[in-house]
């Protein structure tokens, strides 16, 4: 199922970030409905990581959180310039943070199922890492069967 349907909003950003602090501050800046609620995103999301590394392999990480400020999901996909560490087995350059309301419990482990196979497609993954831009990286989230079919 395209992120469209299942997200309310699905931002892309080519990023040059320095570490995984200034990655999540980008993707809070990204996911936030409105200013204020940058900071409880980010923090959020900062909470999410320090259980464990949202690292899944092969250069990608999906960092998620809750916000109360949410009436649906959000997603951004970040590509990053120069990998990062993220506290997994090798850097990521690919990261896809989502933030979901605080009540969804059942939905966001389906949305991180619905990612996690996504980015176990490594046409797609191949696919985002060489877009040309943020419009390029939007068009494959928006129909990732695109990719096979090129």
């Known amino acids: 199922m395209p992120l469209n349907d299942l997200m309310a909003a699905v931002s892309t950003q080519v990023l040059a970030a320095a570490d995984r602090i200034s990655t999540l501050r980008a993707a809070a ?4 409905c409105r ?9 959020s999301l900062c909470e999410r990581e320090g259980v464990g590394s949202t690292a899944i392999g ?3 990480a999906i960092p998620h959180g809750r916000s109360a400020t949410l009436e649906r999901p959000r997603g951004a996909l970040l590509r ?4 990062v560490d993220f ?3 090798e850097p990521v350059d690919l990261v896809f943070a989502m933030a979901v309301p605080a009540h969804y419990t059942h939905q966001h482990l389906m949305l991180l199922s619905e990612l996690a196979e996504m980015f176990s497609d ?3 993954r191949a696919a985002l890492r060489e877009a040309a ?3 390029a990286l939007k068009q494959i989230l928006d129909d990732p069967q695109r990719v ?3």
Do not use: K, M, N, Y
Not at 80 to 83: A, D, N, R, T
């Open 80 to 83: 990053l310039v120069q990998p």
């Open 87 to 89: 506290g997994g087995d």
């Open 58 to 60: 092969h250069g990608i």
């Open 35 to 43: 200013e204020a609620a940058e900071d409880r995103i980010f923090q």
């Open 148 to 150: 096979h079919s090129a």
């Open 122 to 124: 490594s046409g797609i």
């Open 133 to 135: 831009d943020e419009t």
């Open 29 to 32: 800046r990204l996911l936030a």
